[in-house]
């Protein structure tokens, strides 16, 4: 089968859908707004670039206009449309695509993709990070009311672990996966101090790195020793880095907390052997496939309760689900790691087995075409 994904780029929490559909005879194109050459990998695939026209100015003033009052920033993206030819030959060219998975509806990229699919009756499915129980954002349900996207869409996210499908919004479930070359005898947990471990980019404050660093600083004066990495991709010039930065100055951090730029993905593995637990305090984040990566490689993970990957997180089992940009819970369940280190080893194994069962290759395989016998 020939499966065409359509993205604003290929982010890297789709290398291991695309492998395992590789790996299984099928047919993968990707197709993108642009590239972030250092924050993607393209071991499996080169993502193709839509070539584009420029939008005319009163229509880029009128979009921009548009997303403030949503209160979004302004998207370059959004000011070009799709070159129709261009668009028309890689979906429904002599090659065509047997199905294509659009990721969400904000741009002109997926608006002009499902106008081509629905003239040349391509099958299409929407690919969105909203749970798979909650009706999809107005936009995106009038844009199915008009005939334009499609009805029946994925989403890694899901409130309740017993549910596959949801009728009444044509949701499917589809995991989201992590596949690394690692076996949990690798994981060699350390002696103290505590290894934690930070991953996300430095240029969204909806990470919260600050958050995590204002709990070590209270875990400092209180006398526990651990040792913390942020890794994140930025320019040194970045303003939320240079507030962490100044913020571990101001603090005297600076030998507690080491700071790794744009760490490549194949390097990210020997990260993550490196540390004893993972903490990602984001706030409003739709899923972060890295909370999937830490516990694939063994590691307990901390995340907070307004973090789409929270249901993929045992409370007190696997990891710990923190209150939204609560310094206090935060501190007090890293706490937890330090007074009794041997619950890094016994909630990192589970995690590990956790990941194994329900978000392994096989398992995205089985719900991925379970989701697209139904349209196709």
Known sequence: MKITFVAPRFHTNQHFWVKTLQERGHEVTFLVDRKAEVAEHYETIEPIVVETHKLPKILCILIDLFMKVQGKLPRERLHTVPQWKFLKNHLAGIN??????????????????????????????????????DREKTPTRFLQLIGLAPKYRITPIRKNTSHTYNESTKAFYVPLISDFNFKISEQNYSNPPLKVLFIGKFGLRRKNPLLL????????????????????????????????????????????????????????????????????????????????????????????????????????????????????????????????????????????????????????????????????
Not at 268 to 293: G, R, W
């Open 96 to 133: 065509a695509a047997d199905i294509v998975i659009v990721r969400d509806v904000g741009s002109t990229l997926s608006l002009t993709t499902f106008l081509i699919c629905k003239l040349n009756k391509i099958p299409c499915i929407l690919y969105t990070q909203h749970p798979l129980e």
């Open 213 to 376: 660093l204002k709990a070590i600083n209270l875990l400092k004066r209180d006398g526990f020793v651990l040792q913390v990495t942020l890794i994140g991709y930025a320019n040194q010039s970045n303003p939320l880095l240079q507030e962490i930065m100044t913020y571990i100055n101001n603090n005297d951090l600076g030998s507690v907390v080491t700071i790794k730029r744009n760490i490549t993905f194949k390097e990210i593995t020997n990260e993550y052997k490196a540390h004893d637990i993972f903490v990602l305090p984001s706030i409003n984040e739709p899923f972060s496939v890295s909370t999937l990566e830490a516990m694939s490689h063994a590691l307990p993970v901390i995340i907070s309760d307004t973090n789409g990957s929270k249901y993929c997180v045992q409370h007190n089992k696997t990891g710990y689900v923190v209150q939204s940009n609560s310094v206090g819970d935060l501190r007090d369940h890293l706490e937890q790691f330090l007074i009794n280190q041997d619950k890094v080893k016994e909630m990192g194994t589970a995690a590990n087995q956790y990941i194994k069962k329900e978000h392994s290759p096989e398992v995205f395989y089985d719900y991925f075409f379970n989701a697209l016998d139904k349209v196709i």
